[in-house]
């Protein structure tokens, strides 16, 4: 019962940070809203047992991402405020609302299946199983430091032609 | 319906996916439409590691949530980095004006 009303928090929680970080005014609030929503997300896989993937997410979710984002604010100014939406919030609202409903009362109540297969650590799952999904994370992380570095050049090339 | 933990998480997966969601249908600030992707892929990589929890295989869903996990930080590392160009360059983060700008 205890563990059940501390899931009951967490989700609570989440929704409110979630809720936030959409609705705040000022840019760097949401990001820091966002980071307790990395934290809160990490602390449920966490006592879903999936350890490895909670210490990635706290490190590069609420860590890394957040880090970046708040440069990316400095950088460009907190002069960015949302123009507003396009299509009316009530209408996007009850699309979300309904798609929710429909989702949860497709897959309410979850059952737990009954498997024979004993699940094998990470790391052999990783490098046994799946190495394919090693790979695309190489190549994943490949492409975004060449993505950055590019932008980055493109950038120190045009000041060098304005000089 | 029992008030379990597995339920309670779905019941968040899905909210947080309807959060996203309306974000998504909502926002026009570019820097804001990265966060609401970030929230997006919260959900599903908590969906991926609760799916593994029911089904026993739980080291399959933390293998599929850390490549989404991966994946996702690469489009936020480029995303933010676009973002800042488009502002430097047009001063504006609006994605409708940005779209209607032609060479």
Known sequence: ?163 | MALSPENILLVGVFGLLGIGLYGLLTTRNLIKIVMVLQILVKAAILGLVLAGKVSGQIDIGQSTAATVLVADTMVAVVGLALAVQIRLRWGTLDVSAVSKLRG
């Open chain 1, 1 to 163: 019962m205890t563990q059940t009303i501390f899931y009951l928090l967490l989700v609570i929680a989440c929704f409110f940070c979630a809720h936030r970080t959409m609705v705040a005014k000022d840019i760097l609030s949401a990001a820091l809203f966002l980071a307790c929503v990395s934290a809160l997300t990490a602390a449920m896989l966490y006592l879903l047992g999936a350890t490895q993937v909670a210490v990635i997410e706290l490190s590069v979710g609420a860590g890394l991402v957040t880090v970046l984002m708040v440069y990316a604010i400095s950088v460009v100014g907190k002069d960015t405020a949302d123009p507003g939406s396009i299509i009316p919030r009530i209408l996007a609202a009850a699309i979300c609302l309904i798609t929710t409903i429909i989702l949860l009362w497709a897959s309410l109540p979850l059952m737990p299946v009954e498997v024979s297969r004993v699940a094998q650590p990470l790391i052999n799952t990783l490098w046994q199983g799946r190495v394919l999904d090693v790979w695309v994370q190489v190549v994943l992380i490949f492409a975004g430091v060449m993505g950055i570095l590019g932008l980055l050049v493109e950038q120190t090339v045009r000041k060098s032609e304005k000089v």
